[in-house]
């Protein structure tokens, strides 16, 4: 049996993740749900992508994966199934598929067309539910939809480079429970574009020029005192490979995040400067 996964913006106080979980188990009795989460900021597509991307490729070939987040079916709005790197997912056509797609190409898409039969203000529970247990039983997507093949893609989450190649200007894509601000701006594109050249990251009012490994890499080694250390600032590229920007031992509750100290949100810019000195410290990722 196939696992199945729940992203959604839905929380855990109301009903709506075990009416889902409860209509799972009624059509697949042995069904193995998993939750990524349920704590997406309402609506944000983009956020949602990023869990995503990050979280599907560590299940299992053939895992189905329901995203509720925007869902609502409109002209504009349609749901759509893909079979994508050996995973198949069921969601709104919103672009939250764009960040993983855009590495990967969709294998099939097809437009659900099951809204005929089913008429519902919750397609999450009556739509999504149906396609992914249909796939689980080992479905044809084309059954369920007209084969289609393109889909929405978020642009907002491409990074531009200046003509001149001496600048990526990039934003925030995430803000992530410790309110460390991860950027779209990712370890290849820096690469490419900066040669090896000096550079320096601008974010808000702060500028940084040497990117860190670890977070722990801004202690001091054999220190008798390496809480003095919590919250300095650094710059790393995390386990997605994307730029982040850091509060070292950060906690929301005390020392705060990048994002608070910062003053750092969704969509603000991070921009990276190219320079022909070798001033700059960066050290590759082993």
């Known amino acids: 049996m196939s696992f199945i996964t729940l992203t959604t913006d839905f929380g855990t106080k109301d009903h709506f993740v075990g009416a889902v979980k409860g209509a799972i188990y009624s059509e697949l009795a042995d069904a193995k749900i998993v939750d990524i989460t349920h704590k997406i900021t309402p609506f944000n597509i983009t956020e949602t992508a990023y869990i995503l991307k990050n979280a599907y490729k560590s299940f299992p070939e053939g895992t189905i994966h329901i ?41 099939k898409i097809v ?47 491409q990074p531009k480079v200046n003509q001149s190649q001496t600048q990526i200007i990039g934003g925030v894509l995430y803000v992530d429970n410790y309110g460390n601000v991860i950027s779209n701006i990712s370890k290849k594109m820096f690469t490419d574009i900066g040669k090896g050249r000096s550079f320096k990251v601008s974010a808000s009012s702060y500028t940084f020029d040497k990117i860190y490994n670890k977070y722990n890499e801004t202690v001091e080694h054999n220190t008798k005192n390496a809480k003095q250390y919590d919250g300095n600032k650094l710059i790393l590229f995390n386990s997605a490979g994307l730029l982040e920007i850091a509060i070292y031992k950060s906690n929301l509750n005390s020392v705060g995040g990048a994002s608070t100290l910062l003053g750092l949100a969704y969509r603000d810019a991070v921009i990276i400067d190219f320079f022909n000195e070798n001033k700059s410290e960066y050290t590759t990722l082993s």
Not at 138 to 150: A, D, F, H, P, Q
């Open 67 to 107: 995203v509720g987040v925007d869902s609502e079916l409109s002209e504009n709005n349609k749901h759509i199934a893909i079979a994508l790197d050996n995973h198949y997912f069921v969601c709104p056509d919103n672009g939250i598929i764009s960040m993983i797609a855009s590495e990967i190409q969709p294998t």
């Open 111 to 157: 437009e659900i067309n099951i809204h005929d039969r089913v008429e519902s203000s919750f397609p999450v529970l009556d739509v999504f539910v149906q396609v992914a247990c249909f796939i689980a039983r080992g479905g044809n997507l084309t059954v369920i939809g007209k084969e289609i093949r393109n889909y929405k893609k978020l642009t907002e989450i």
